[in-house]
């Protein structure tokens, strides 16, 4: 079955970049998506990327899309104190999402 | 704003009792999900529809759940006799006409 997976913890210092990644196995994924969640909150989406492209930058965030390996990457540069959050990685084919456990994201000063 | 209210936010109910959730998409949209989070893990897919149609129910949807999308519009997921293992958050997403995926900001369900 669909599965997606995700280290639990990444620890980066204040101003360094913050790099989550994710594998997928449903090759027929066409949309992948990267969620933020801070405590108590809901799911924030942050960007996508279509199954077809390799890459894209939004403002400090870049996704890769590895397709032939299944990996997706999220790439935050700069990462601020404001960017502590539960990071969701999810994929989308014809019917539902199904989401990773989340990457909890921890600034050190 | 995402799109996605949902009401409401947080529902303390007893053992037993049913307890009846509400997710109104404001934004034009394709297609609405049912979610459910517990601590520390990712959403579950529970169900989805495309307009007034359930295209697709996971096995995580007991017979004790029931989700109906009565116009096509507003949705509502209703759990008959509640256990303690249904305390979670309850989320509600929508994929709009050019793919993203928003969730509302959830339910909080807590079975005492």
């Known amino acids: 079955g669909e599965d997606v997976e995700q280290s639990l913890f990444l620890s980066v210092r204040e101003g360094d970049s913050s790099v989550i990644n994710c594998t997928y196995t449903?090759?027929?994924?066409?949309?992948l998506y990267w969620y933020k969640q801070e405590p108590g909150a809901g799911l924030q989406l942050l960007t996508y990327?279509?199954?077809?492209?390799d890459m894209k930058q939004d403002q400090r965030l870049t996704v890769l899309l590895n397709k032939k390996d299944k990996h997706l990457s999220l790439r935050i540069a700069d990462t601020q104190t404001g960017d502590s959050a539960i990071y969701f990685c999810?994929?989308?084919?014809?019917?539902?999402?199904?989401f990773g456990k989340g990457t909890r994201l921890h600034i050190l000063p | 704003d995402t799109g996605v209210s949902q009401d409401p936010r947080h529902k303390i109910t007893k053992r037993g009792q049913n307890v009846t959730f509400r997710c109104d998409p404001i934004s034009e949209h394709n297609r609405l999900y049912w979610y459910r989070q517990t601590l520390g893990q990712g959403p579950e897919f529970l169900t989805y529809f495309q307009n007034e149609a359930q295209l697709e129910k996971s096995r995580l949807l007991s017979d004790r759940f029931s989700a109906e999308r009565p116009k096509g519009s507003f949705s509502t997921l209703e759990i008959q006799r509640t256990e303690q293992g249904d305390s979670a958050m309850y989320l509600c997403a929508i994929t709009g006409m050019n793919t993203e995926a928003f969730f509302g900001q959830g339910t909080r369900l807590t079975v005492v």
């Open positions: 449903d090759s027929s994924s066409t949309y």
């Open positions: 990327i279509f199954s077809n492209m």
């Open positions: 999810a994929e989308r084919g014809d019917d539902k999402i199904i």
